[in-house]
């Protein structure tokens, strides 16, 4: 009787967990990693926050550098080619994304910088495969004149086990 008992509360809390985990994944906010189209490696850990019913992505980390880049002093990269208050500023810590709202199932009406051009884009954000994967558009002018990363989310790390 125990175990059923017990057994039926974890099929409860389980139940009670699972909007919860419906709605992480319903959203662009969180941790994902920024992937290269041609290479297919990693180059980025941004993490998306919401602030006042809006987005903005923060490069945590800047992965899979060139020999150049490393070679070049051996501090982090920085953004030499950004024309505003960016430039010559470490590209880790810096918010590269921001000002998109949420228009039905995609988010847009923000802007993106690259900061390997110092250019900045109009983006549009949009989930797919429920919600591991994002859509990033950047474009000039019309949606259709642009390049679409898809980056993936980053799994949050698994809690320990219980012991008892």
Known sequence: MRFATR??????LSLL???????TTATPVGTWNQVDDSTGKITSVIQITETNH?????VLKVMNMSPE????????PICTQ??????????????IMWGLHADGDQWDGGHV?????GKIYKVKLTL???GAKLKVRGYMG???????????????????ASTN
């Not at 057994?7 to 409860?12: D, F, K, R, S, T």
């Not at 950004?82 to 810096?94: F, V, W």
């Not at 910088?113 to 051009?117: A, E, V």
């Not at 019309?142 to 320990?160: D, E, H, I, N, Y």
């Open 142 to 160: 019309f949606s259709w004149l642009g390049r679409t990363q898809v980056w993936q989310r980053v799994k949050p790390a698994a809690a320990p």
């Open 113 to 117: 910088l690259d900061p390997t051009s």
């Open 7 to 12: 057994l039926m509360g974890l099929v409860c």
């Open 17 to 23: 967990a699972l909007p919860a985990i419906a709605a």
């Open 69 to 76: 880049q490393i070679a070049r002093d051996g501090n982090p």
């Open 54 to 58: 809006q987005l903005y992505g923060t």
């Open 128 to 130: 797919v495969d429920g």
């Open 82 to 95: 950004c024309s505003d208050q960016r430039h010559n500023q470490p590209i880790e810590g810096m918010v």
